[in-house]
């Protein structure tokens, strides 16, 4: 069931079925989660099965402010509150040692856990009614199967888990790719996954450089959105630069069937079967659509989509991320 996010009483009745140990789709700036009270396991634990997530991949959760943090995590290091006062609310998770015997199926059992304020006003208006309840920080991973194209409108969510699930609406993302993950468990913090947030602004903010994954020398924590294969539409997905897109549609000619494009280059398929849509050139616009894109080729019954590489520099890292991992599952 979808519920307009700012109707009166919809926060209400989710409030009501969270605090219930219910499940509800929330709306965040990043991408819709499927959310349920952090510190009920069992709540919890349906989220996993809803989803099919192993039980020791951990969630993320969300906060209604920093105040809050104390509540699930051990300890706050000096630079993980500079970065919550630069960037909360909004799209940055932080890992952080868990507090013990707090939101054990959350954190898959792992002793860190990862929090975020989201910048949604729905997000957040709902986090302060459950608050109200006593419901303090909701998990929320992405509101779809696991290893699956993230939703970013509550009719995503409502096609992946059917009408039985409350799904409060708060229109499109305006992100649309999930949040940047810094790990703040070690003495050089490492950026675990790229999102709208760059490395270069979060390093500002910290005053210090951060690691890659690939440059530390001890296993970073486990953390949500960071598996080789994952935000994986149906149909395989291939990346490519420009001339191989042009080559591979000559080649192909009038016969290419079931095959939906995703480029900036601009392309004349000889096939009018071809499923074309330009790929902005601003970064962020393209974080924006990209998943409903991947969707929409699915929902058209593409059987392959091509998409053209992201350029390199550094405001692509999100997209690049989710489409590298996209076509890793492939």
Not at 63 to 88: E, M, S, T
Request: with cysteine; proline share 8%; charged share 20%.
């Amino acid at each position: 069931m979808i519920l307009g996010g700012q109707q009166p009483g919809s926060i209400a009745r989710a409030t009501d079925a969270l605090a219930a140990g219910g499940m509800v789709g929330l709306p965040t700036e990043t991408v819709y989660g499927l959310a349920a009270d952090a510190c009920n396991d069992a709540a919890v634990r349906g989220i996993f099965a809803a989803k099919g997530r192993p039980g020791d991949h951990p969630l993320i959760v969300h906060v209604a402010a920093g105040a809050d943090v104390a509540r699930f995590a051990a300890d706050v290091p000096p630079l993980a509150r500079k970065l919550i006062a630069a960037f909360w609310p909004g799209p940055l998770t932080l890992i952080l040692p868990r507090r013990p015997g707090v939101a054990d199926a959350a954190a898959g059992g792992h002793a860190t856990i990862g929090l975020r304020s989201p910048a949604h006003p729905v997000a957040q208006a709902l986090l302060a009614a459950c608050a109200a309840r006593g419901v303090h920080g909701l998990a929320a991973p992405s509101a779809n199967r696991f290893g699956g194209v993230s939703p970013t409108t509550a009719a995503h969510v409502a096609a992946e888990f059917g009408a039985d699930l409350l799904v409060l609406d708060g229109g499109a993302c305006a992100v649309g790719i999930e949040s940047s993950i810094v790990d703040c468990t070690r003495a050089a913090p490492a950026l675990l996954r790229p999102g709208q947030l760059g490395r270069g602004e979060i390093e500002r903010a910290a005053g210090v450089r951060l690691l890659l994954k690939e440059e530390l020398t001890a296993p970073a924590p486990q953390a949500p959105g960071t598996l080789a294969a994952h935000y994986a539409p149906r149909a395989p997905v291939r990346l490519m630069d420009a001339a191989q897109l042009r080559a591979a549609l000559d080649i192909l000619g009038q016969q290419a069937r079931h095959i939906a494009v995703w480029a900036r280059a601009p392309l004349r398929p000889a096939s009018s079967a071809i499923a074309l849509r330009r790929m902005p050139d601003d970064a962020q616009a393209a974080a924006q659509q990209l998943f409903a894109v991947l969707r929409g080729f699915d929902d058209a019954g593409a059987r392959l989509i091509w998409v053209e590489t992201p350029p390199a520099d550094a405001a692509w890292d999100g997209v690049r991320d989710r489409l590298q991992r996209a076509a890793a599952a492939s």
